[in-house]
Every structure is written in structure tokens, then in C-alpha cells.
């Protein structure tokens, strides 16, 4: 019975009925074979009835592969099922287990009628197979055992496991694989129909298929979305703004980019390859309708996926070469001004939405777009319509960008309620120095292009990013003009980017401290920070300093902002880590640091630790400076300490101590030699007939030692003669000259003064010689106490009284020390000088004047020479040393005055007269509480009429007078009281 119906069936012309007829015949057919035995025949049956069907009837191939669809769908039902129970712990079932001999005989018999005619079955039979493929994976999409779109793996290993998918999908690959090497159009266009419906279940078919057929898939894809565009979306150019419009005005778009967007995990070379080719091939002279709407196509190909646009970015701009830019000129000639538009707002989209390579398109652009009269890039010389077109590109991208930044939209309800990121900035980030140094190369409209567009990026990105810019900006700036960048660029963010400065004073400091800055930028930064101060503090005082901004430089910089203020206050938290930078051995970075640092405002109350660090530093620049003849930089460091100074007495006492402290250790810088200065290689012989003995015993003559610690000093070893004095020991060959020195004498004597002063005005140098102007008595008490600690560390301030001629003895040894200091060095006679004119400070260095004078009168007194002027040293340091004493006013004027004689007279002579300045002090001690303040003048003085009759200690002077009145006569006058 059932093959008579067959027989029937086949006897049916297919000319004669359509595939809906036949398929309604062959339904009625089976059902007239359930009635006849009498019950309803299972699906495994029905579908060995279709087979036997197709084998018999060809042309009723239609009807039999829908009706075939069922075995399929009943299999795939199974199968969940089963999966549902396995997952609920149920027993295993077997309700798809008697389809597999079924399944397996289907796909027998297409894989005949595929190899015997596959011109004429391929298309057929991959079209069912795959579009049931789609509709199965729609419909148990929503079944608890069926993974999520989002997991494509897993997905993709559920599908491969059930046999009847799997047979379904060897159908499918068997007619692509006969057809590949001849149209395989067909098979591919079917793929694109059934993604375009059932995506994105349908993604695992695509991405199987796919990876089986990389170069074939995604060529004919890519060729049957240009087709479908040319049909439906090539007439005008897509709107940018609207990408996803392409959905409905190009129906095989979406499919194109789903399909395109998984092989680009694998296959991203192969799908770079077939863009790059198919853009090539679109320059290439055509006459065919799709030859203009390839590079569209491709735009909004790539408007639609960010992974195809990454993939491809990169080498299309490389392959941008003139003549390209030219030809595509001349392809879009005739467009009209809204697709014109609507082309470039599309280029603009795709601009924003690159991520790698976003740089490297950006300065393929900006040397595009570079005006003419400018040298641009070597072998980048384009016509003024395509430098005009790359123009406007930056226009919209910038103000695009802009609108990006300051509108930015939040996400929709379903997603996080972040701003949606850019990926063009997202890109950038990476690269702000290399943004700023082609912002700072000063070319035309290049760096005002670059500006902008760093400043954008630093709103978008927050203060990072900001002050990472801002920090390149001030590092990298060499020139005023530089550095006006860095100041738009701040006046533009600080009202959007709040704590930028102190933020980015934070991350340049640390940068100087971790060495993560070379040593030359390291000291730019720190010049330009310096500038920047130096330029508002002009604005704000009306006096001048050393070291100013000269006119050229001060007008390169725009009127005054709100960077300086805020800079001055940033840095001022930062005078610690700064005052390190001084002690740096690199003398540029130490230089620098100087200079900003005297002019960044100090604390007004700094702690004792950043006082005293300060203070260190700062005198240590400062000597170096000095050593190494850089006397513009001490002038910074000067500035530094008289700014220091100022802020409180306590600052002041630290700072001249400090000073006084290190320059009397490097007596060498002032033209001396340090006592104790290292033997010479080869020892002195003695001079012939010259005794140790003989020498000891004529000084003993002259002085009478007591039993004290002081008796004992150190004159020399027996046997090898006595210590060599200080003009034995060779200079260094790095001392400076006596120009040199007195030049250093007179810096470190002005930063005292400026330190002192009461006025703290410039110190101006007398042709006549050295003089300054009074100094104030605290700051002199600060610089005779640092001098009596460094020379004599083991006397307390309590040793101002004169001692007797019994208590001098037993200071012998301490006495020839500070003698020998006072030769060797010539700076401490000035300080006492500068002492002497804080009156009453001379009093707390009591025990060096009494030093001094008790070794010089013992000198004078042991001399044999019938003039002064044979030493000339001992002669220099007595005049000094009374002359100091009366500019202390610790002796009358007409003692002051006999210094004047001292060259005219004998040894035996000068000896009396200081002889006679020691029995005044003796009887007048120096004690400050003789001294009154008077505030007419401003400064203390002294009333000697209170210390009685001063004219029993002008007898000796007197007489000496007279003896030599004819040398002397006329300056009688000069010693009357």
C-alpha cells in the first residue's frame, strides 16, 4: 500500500505541481498510511518516508527538506531534555537516541545528491540546512541548559555535542566546500540572510563556519555586504550620528559586521588583508556601479564595529600616501554638500571611536593639514584641496571632541551610571608627552591645534592627566614663549580641573627626588618654575633684585595670572624637599634650585628642623658658588639667606651662624691657608745655626709661663726643627687669586650685611675700599658669637672681663691658636670689623681681641728689628685690632687714633702703646652694659667720661710723641683729649 502511494506520488509531474502542492499531497499521502494501519506512524517514520521520497523523487526536494525539519527539531528537543534532567539529578533519558540511524541517513542522502550535482543541490540544501540551524538555536535560545549569547564557547560546545546540529552544520560546510572554487555566492549569501535573522544565537554557526573557512568567509562576506549596500545604502552616504540606522536601510550590514567581528579574535590579519585589498582595489580605474561605494562601505563598515575599525586603522593611514589622497579627492569630487558632509562627519565619527593607532592619526592629519609656506613632513607633499579637506577635519574633529568632553552622556538605564568613554582620548592618554612636545615645537596653527587638543584631554581625563601635562609642559618649555603654553594651558583647566597646581607641584617634586627626571630637565623645570614666580613677583614689587628677567624675556610672557600666585603658594610646602636640591653636586640642578627658591615665599613660622636644613643648604650653595667663581648664582642663594633671615630672630641667629661656621672653615676661599695644613712631602731642614732650643729659650724671655693647661704648647719637634708656617705650605691649584678672593671676601661680607642690616638695601662697593653700612646689634652679637664658638669652642660668654697679666700667662697655648687663625685666615680681622659696627656685639669676641693682643704685644716686645714695617702682617693686625676696638668703642678716640703711627715707630715702641690699650681695657672692661641706646641715631653708644680720667693712660703716647717729634708734630693735634 505504502508504495503504490509512492508510485503515485512519483507519477506526479513536477511541472505539473508546485512544492507547496506536493508537500500538501504528500502530507494527505502520510496521513492515508496512519489510517490504513490503523495507527499514527512516529517521526522516524515519517522520515524514512521522506527519504524515500527524495531518493525516488527529486523534485519534490522542498517539500521533503521541510518536512524533514521536524526529525531535527524533535532530536534538539530531546536533547535539551535531557540536558534538563542530567542538570536536576534525574535519570538519564533516551528520547533522541532512536533519530541518530535517522539523521544519519539524511544527511546520507544529500551528501549524494551534493556530490553528484552540488551546482544544483549546494545551494538548495546549504540554504535548509542552515537557516534550520538558525531557527533552532532561536528557539531553545530561552531553555535553562542553553547558554548565554554572551558565551560563545560554551555555546558553541552545546550545539557541536548534539548530533543532529552537528549533521546539520557537516551539510552546510560540504556544500560550502563544493562550491568554494566556483561561485560559493549562494552559500554565503544564505549565511548573511539567517544571521541578519536570528542574531546573535545564530553567532555560534557564524563563528564555526567561520573558523573553517577564514579567507573564503570573509572575503564573500565582506563582497555580499558591498553588494547589498550598493542596492540599498550607496545612493548618499550614511549619517554619522546614526550609525545603527544601517540595521534598517541595509539589512546584511548588522550580519556583515556580527560575522566580521568574531572571525576578528582569529583572524584579524586575514580580515586586515581583504579591507586593505578591497579599499586597493577601489582606486583601481572601474566602470562598475560599487567601485564609489567601496570606500562608504567601509566607513560605515567600520562606524559599526570598533573592533573591525581598530584592526584596519593603522595601515589604511600608512597606505594614505599623496597620490591616494589625490585619487580619493577626485572619487568624491561630485558629491553632493550634504553627502560631502555627511561623508566627513562619518570620517570625524571614526576618528573618535579610534582606539590603537589614535596618535599616529592624529599626526598623519596635523602634517596633512600643515600650511604650505611650512616645511613639512619629507615625502608628504599634498595639493591645497586635499590639505584643505585634512583642515577641516581638524575643525570638526576638535569641536566634535569638544562636545564630546563637555557633554558628556551617561550611560542608559540598563548600564553603569558612568560617563561613556571616548576612544580616541582613551588612546591618548598614553601619549601626553609626546603631545606636548609637539605642542611646544611652535609651528603654525600645528601647536594651536595640539594645544587645544591637549587641553580637552586633560578636562576629559581628570587631574592625572592634567597635571601629568601640565608638568611635560614646564619640564619641556625652553624659552618664554614655551612657557606661555604651559600658562594657557593652565588659565584654560583651572576652573575645570580644581588642585591643579598643588598637584602638580606635588608630581614635580617627586619626580626631582626619585631621579625620574634627566639632570638638564630636572634644572629646566626648576628655571621655568622660577621664571614664572620671578614674572608675578615683578607685577607685585615695585623694587628690583639681581638676577631679574630681562626686558626681551619678561615681555615674552603675557600679563600676570592667577599660575603665579598659585604657584608661589603651592611651592611654598615644598621649601623643604626644594632646600635638598641645593646640596645636589650637579651645579646646573643646584643652580636652578637657588634661583627658585629665592623666590618662592618661605613659611612664617618654619620648625627648627626646616630652618636649620635650610639654613645649611642654603650657605653650602652659596660657598660652592663662590668656589667655583659662578657669582651670579650666590647672588641667588644670597637672596635666599636674606630672605630667610627676615622671617624671624631665631632664622637670623641660625643664618650667620651658619655663614660665620662654614666660611671660617675654608679659609682658602678668602686668599688664606688653614693653620694645621698638611706637611709638605719632604721635610724642612732647619736653618743652619737655628735651634729649637735657642728659639724656645729667646721666646721664654719675653714671656713667663704659669702652671696651667695653657702652658704647654706646641712649638715644634726636637730633632726636626719647628712646625712650618703657613707661607711653607704649597697653595692648592684650585685657590683662587687675590682678585678672586677679595671678590669672594666681599660676597660673603655683603650676605652678611644684607642678612644684618637694619634697611636690607643692595650693598653698593666703594672704589676707596671695603665699608658697610651699620649693621644690626643683634644680628652682630649672632656673627661674634659664631666666631668665639668656631675659634675657641671651650669659652663660655662669660669670659668678657679683662684678665691681669698673671692670668694672660696661663692662656699662652690658646692665645697662639687665635693668633695663628688670624693669620691664616684673612677673613676674620673683616668680621670683627663688621662685629664692631653692631655696637656693643665687639664685647662677646673679648677673648680674641685679648688673644690677639697678647701675642702681637709679646711680638713686638721680642722683635730686634729697628722697624715696624719688617712685619708686615703683625704691623697690618695691630692696626686692625685697635682700629676694631674703637669702632666698638671699646677704647676712647684718641687711643683709636695711635694706630695711625704704628708704621712710624719701633717695635720697642708699638709694644708700649699696646701695652698701654691693655691696661685701659684692663681697668675698663667690655662689657655690653656700658653701652646706652639712643634712639635719635638708631644705635647704642658709649659715654667715656664715665670711665673717669682717661689722661693717666696717654703718658706713654705722649712721650713717644715728643721723642719723635719731628716724624710726628703734625699729628699732635689728633691724640689731645
Not at 770 to 792: D, W
Amino acid at each position: 500500500m505504502v508504495c503504490d502511494g509512492l508510485n503515485g506520488l512519483v507519477l506526479i509531474s513536477p511541472f505539473r505541481c508546485s512544492s507547496q502542492e506536493l508537500l500538501q499531497e504528500m502530507k494527505a499521502f502520510i496521513s492515508g498510511i496512519d489510517q490504513v494501519h490503523g495507527h499514527k506512524l512516529s517521526v522516524k517514520e515519517h522520515a524514512r518516508c521522506g527519504i524515500l521520497l527524495l531518493r525516488n523523487l527529486p523534485p519534490a526536494r522542498a517539500a521533503v527538506l521541510e518536512h524533514l525539519r521536524g526529525v531535527f527539531d524533535e532530536y534538539v528537543s530531546g536533547y535539551i531534555l535531557e540536558l534538563n534532567r542530567e542538570g536536576a539529578g534525574g535519570p538519564p533519558g533516551m528520547s533522541q537516541a532512536g533519530l541518530d540511524d535517522v539523521t544519519q541517513e539524511i544527511q546520507g542522502v544529500l551528501s549524494e545528491f551534493v556530490q553528484s550535482n552540488p551546482k544544483a543541490w549546494a545551494p538548495l540544501v546549504s540554504a535548509w540546512s542552515i537557516e534550520l540551524m538558525g531557527q533552532l538555536s532561536s528557539k531553545y535560545s530561552s531553555w535553562h541548559q542553553v547558554p548565554h549569547t554572551s558565551s560563545l564557547n560554551e555555546l558553541l560546545h552545546l550545539w557541536m555535542s548534539c548530533k543532529a546540529t552537528r549533521v546539520l552544520m557537516e551539510i552546510y560546510v560540504q556544500c560550502l566546500s563544493s562550491m568554494i572554487s566556483s561561485c560559493p555566492d549562494a552559500c554565503v549569501d544564505a549565511l548573511l540572510d539567517t544571521s541578519v535573522q536570528h542574531s546573535p544565537h545564530f553567532d555560534w554557526v557564524v563563528a564555526h563556519i567561520g573558523s573553517s573557512f577564514p579567507n573564503t568567509i570573509i572575503s564573500r562576506v565582506l563582497s555580499c555586504g558591498l553588494k547589498d549596500f550598493c542596492m540599498h545604502g550607496a545612493s548618499s552616504v550614511m549619517d554619522p550620528l546614526f550609525p545603527s540606522l544601517a540595521d534598517k536601510r541595509v539589512p546584511k550590514m548588522a550580519s556583515v559586521v556580527g560575522i566580521l567581528g568574531h572571525l576578528a579574535t582569529r583572524h584579524s590579519d586575514s580580515i586586515r588583508q581583504e579591507l586593505l585589498l578591497m579599499f586597493q582595489e577601489s582606486l583601481r580605474p572601474s566602470r562598475e556601479p560599487q567601485h564609489n561605494a567601496t570606500v562608504p562601505f567601509l566607513l560605515q563598515l567600520a562606524a559599526m564595529s570598533p573592533a573591525l575599525l581598530g584592526t584596519v586603522s593603522g595601515e589604511l593611514v600608512d597606505s594614505l600616501t599623496p597620490p591616494v589622497l589625490e585619487q580619493l579627492q577626485q572619487q568624491f569630487a561630485g558629491l553632493s554638500r550634504d553627502d560631502a558632509d555627511n561623508l566627513l562627519g562619518l570620517v570625524v565619527h571614526l576618528i573618535c571611536q579610534a582606539g590603537p593607532g589614535a596618535y599616529h592619526i592624529l599626526q598623519f592629519l596635523v602634517n596633512t593639514a600643515m600650511p604650505a609656506s611650512v616645511i613639512t613632513t619629507p615625502g608628504l607633499v599634498v595639493r591645497d584641496g586635499v590639505r584643505e579637506a585634512c583642515h577641516r577635519i581638524i575643525q570638526l574633529l576638535l569641536l566634535n571632541l569638544q562636545k564630546l568632553v563637555y557633554n558628556r552622556p551617561l550611560g542608559g538605564p540598563g548600564e553603569s551610571q558612568t560617563p561613556r568613554t571616548v576612544p580616541f582620548f582613551e588612546e591618548l592618554k598614553s601619549r601626553v608627552r609626546d603631545l606636548c612636545q609637539e605642542t611646544l615645537r611652535l609651528e603654525r596653527k600645528r601647536h594651536l591645534w595640539q594645544h587645544q587638543l591637549l587641553a580637552l584631554l586633560c578636562v576629559y581625563s581628570g587631574q592625572s592627566c592634567a597635571t601629568e601635562a601640565l608638568g611635560h609642559l614646564l619640564v619641556l618649555a625652553r624659552s618664554p614663549e614655551e612657557l606661555t603654553l604651559a600658562i594657557r594651558l593652565h588659565d584654560q583647566l583651572s576652573a575645570s580641573v580644581p588642585g591643579l597646581l598643588p598637584a602638580t607641584v606635588r608630581r614635580c617634586v617627586d619626580g626631582l627626588h626619585s631621579s625620574g627626571l634627566p639632570e638638564p630637565q630636572a634644572a629646566q623645570l626648576l628655571t621655568n618654575l622660577a621664571l614664572l614666580l620671578q614674572r608675578d613677583g615683578e607685577e607685585r614689587e615695585a623694587e628690583g633684585e639681581d638676577g631679574e628677567l630681562s626686558e626681551e624675556e619678561g615681555s615674552a610672557l603675557p600679563s600676570p595670572s592667577t599660575i603665579g600666585r598659585g604657584l608661589a603658594e603651592a611651592l611654598s610646602s615644598h621649601v623643604r624637599d626644594l632646600g635638598q636640591l641645593l646640596r645636589r653636586p650637579e651645579a646646573r640642578l643646584s643652580e636652578a634650585a637657588a634661583a627658585l627658591l629665592s623666590a618662592v615665599p618661605l613659611p612664617s613660622s618654619p620648625g627648627p628642623a626646616l630652618l636649620s636644613g635650610l639654613a645649611q643648604a642654603g650657605v653650602c650653595h652659596f660657598l660652592r658658588t663662590l668656589r667655583h667663581g659662578r657669582h651670579g648664582s650666590a647672588q641667588d642663594s644670597s637672596r635666599l639667606l636674606g630672605r630667610l633671615s627676615s622671617v624671624s630672630p631665631s632664622a637670623l641667629r641660625v643664618v650667620l651662624q651658619q655663614l660665620v661656621r662654614s666660611a671660617t672653615q675654608e679659609p682658602g676661599l678668602f686668599g688664606g691657608t688653614p693653620w694645621g695644613s698638611p706637611r709638605p712631602q719632604e721635610p724642612l731642614a732647619p736653618a743652619p745655626g737655628d735651634s729649637l732650643l735657642d728659639v724656645n729659650c729667646r721666646f721664654g724671655t719675653a714671656v713667663n709661663f704659669g702652671g696651667s693647661v695653657w702652658a704647654v704648647f706646641h712649638a715644634g719637634i726636637i730633632g726636626r726643627g719647628l712646625k712650618p708656617s703657613a707661607s711653607l705650605v704649597s697653595p692648592s691649584p684650585s685657590s683662587p687669586g687675590p682678585l678672586e678672593a677679595s671678590d669672594n671676601l666681599y660676597q660673603l661680607l655683603s650676605l652678611l650685611v644684607r642678612c644684618g642690616s637694619q634697611w636690607r638695601r643692595p650693598l653698593a662697593q666703594p672704589e676707596g675700599g671695603l665699608a658697610v653700612p651699620p649693621i644690626n646689634p643683634e644680628a652682630a652679637k649672632a656673627v661674634a658669637m659664631a666666631l668665639v664658638e668656631e675659634l675657641c669652642p671651650d669659652v663660655t660668654n662669660s669670659e668678657l672681663a679683662w684678665p691681669t697679666e698673671d692670668q694672660a700667662r696661663n692662656t699662652v697655648e690658646r692665645d697662639l691658636q687665635i693668633r695663628n687663625h688670624f693669620e691664616g685666615n684673612p677673613l676674620f680681622f673683616p668680621l670683627l670689623q663688621l662685629v664692631a659696627l653692631g655696637r656693643p656685639a665687639l664685647c662677646y669676641c673679648s677673648v680674641l681681641l685679648r688673644g690677639l693682643l697678647a701675642t702681637l704685644m709679646a711680638h713686638w716686645e721680642a722683635s730686634r728689628d729697628s722697624l715696624t714695617t719688617s712685619t708686615p702682617w703683625q704691623l697690618q693686625a695691630s692696626c686692625w685690632l685697635v682700629s676694631c676696638m674703637g669702632e666698638g668703642q671699646l677704647l676712647p678716640p684718641v687711643l683709636t687714633n695711635m694706630h695711625e703711627i704704628f708704621h712710624l715707630l719701633t717695635p720697642f715702641e708699638v709694644h708700649l702703646l699696646l701695652l698701654t690699650v691693655w691696661d685701659y681695657m684692663k681697668d675698663n672692661g667690655p662689657l655690653p652694659q656700658k653701652f646706652t641706646f639712643d634712639p635719635e641715631q638708631g644705635q647704642f653708644y658709649r659715654d667715656f667720661t664715665r670711665d673717669g680720667d682717661i689722661s693717666k693712660y696717654l703718658d706713654v703716647l705722649h712721650s713717644i710723641l715728643h721723642k719723635n717729634i719731628e716724624q710726628l708734630g703734625h699729628l699732635c693735634g689728633r691724640f689731645q683729649i
